[in-house]
C-alpha cells in the first residue's frame, strides 16, 4: 500500500515538472529564434529488501525519475519579412550577442539599429561582428548582409560605392545540449564549452526564422499530462481510502 502511494507521488511530481516545460513552450509558440525543451524521464529501481527471513526474493520497486530537460534544436519555419536588416541561419549556428553578462547565442536573427547605429536584437543587445560591434553609420542606405554574413552599405546618395560595415560572427557548438538558457531566446556557455566559428556558416536576408513548438502537438502533450495527473490522484485517493478503512478496522477491538 505504501509503495503505491510512493510510486504515484512521484509520477505525479514528474508530471507537475513536464506540465511546467510544456507550458513554458506553449508560452513561446510566436517567439521568434525560440527552440522548444523536451523532458527526460528514466526508471529508478530501489534496492531489494536484504532480510533473509522472507521466504521469497522481495521485488524491486519502479519509480519514476525525472533526469533533465533537453533543448530541441530543430530548425523552426523560416518566413520571408522583407526587412533588410533580419536574418535567418542555416544549419546549427548561432549569432554572438554582447550582453552586461558576458557573450550570450542566439538563433532570434530579428535584427534592428539602435540610436547609437549598432547592429542589435529585438531585446537591444549588440550583435558581435568579427571585430565587435557592427555600426551602420547615419548616412548608409541600401544595406545588404550577403550569405556569408557580410554586412555591406551604399554610402549616401548618390554614389554607388560599396562599404564594408562588418561581418557576423556566426558559431557553432560541439556539445550544444550543454548550452542554458539565458531568457530572451539566448543561450549561455558553460565553462568548457567554447563556440567555434563555421566558415560554411550562411544567412538568409530579409527571412527569420520562427519558433520551433508545434502547437498542436504541445497542447496534446498538455492535455494528456494533465488527465495522468487527474487519474493517478485518483489511485492515490483510493489508496488513501484504503489504508484509512484498514486503521479504522484494526482499531476496532470487539467488546
Known amino acids: 500500500m505504501e509503495n503505491a502511494l510512493l510510486i504515484g507521488l512521484s509520477r505525479q511530481v514528474v508530471l ?31 534496492s531489494r529488501a536484504r532480510d533473509e527471513s522472507f521466504p521469497t ?14 533543448h530541441d534544436f530543430a ?17 546549427d549556428n548561432f549569432l554572438v550577442v ?15 539599429i539602435n540610436n547609437q547605429g549598432q547592429l542589435v536584437t529585438n531585446t537591444g543587445f549588440p550583435v558581435l561582428g568579427a571585430n565587435g560591434p557592427i555600426t551602420i553609420q547615419s548616412g548608409d542606405q541600401d ?8 554586412v555591406t552599405v551604399r554610402e549616401g546618395l548618390v554614389t554607388a560605392t560599396e562599404s564594408v560595415r562588418g561581418k557576423l560572427r ?31 556558416a550562411q544567412v538568409r536576408q530579409g527571412f527569420i526564422e520562427k519558433s520551433n513548438v508545434n502547437a498542436v502537438a504541445e497542447m496534446s502533450k498538455l492535455i494528456e ?7 493517478i490522484n485518483a489511485i492515490v485517493q483510493q489508496q488513501g481510502d484504503l489504508r484509512k478503512s484498514a486503521i479504522e478496522r484494526l482499531a476496532d477491538v470487539p467488546a
Open 57 to 70: 526474493q522481495d521485488r524491486r520497486v519502479s519509480f519514476v525519475h525525472d533526469r533533465g530537460t533537453v
Open 143 to 150: 544595406i545588404a548582409i550577403a550569405p556569408d554574413g557580410s
Open 170 to 200: 556566426l558559431v557553432r557548438f560541439d556539445q550544444p545540449q550543454r548550452l542554458t538558457k539565458d531568457g530572451n531566446t539566448l543561450f549561455a556557455a558553460p565553462a568548457g564549452v567554447a563556440p567555434a566559428n563555421d566558415p560554411q
Open 16 to 46: 507537475e515538472r513536464n506540465v511546467d516545460v510544456i507550458a513554458n513552450n506553449i508560452a513561446n509558440i510566436n517567439t521568434t529564434g525560440f527552440k522548444a525543451d523536451r523532458q527526460l524521464f528514466e526508471e529508478f529501481l530501489t
Open 98 to 112: 554582447q550582453t552586461p553578462n558576458g557573450e550570450r547565442y542566439t538563433r532570434n536573427g530579428a535584427l534592428q
Open 225 to 231: 499530462a494533465t488527465r495522468q495527473y487527474q487519474q
Open 75 to 91: 530548425q523552426g519555419p523560416v518566413e520571408p519579412t522583407k526587412n533588410p536588416l533580419d536574418v535567418a541561419l542555416s544549419r
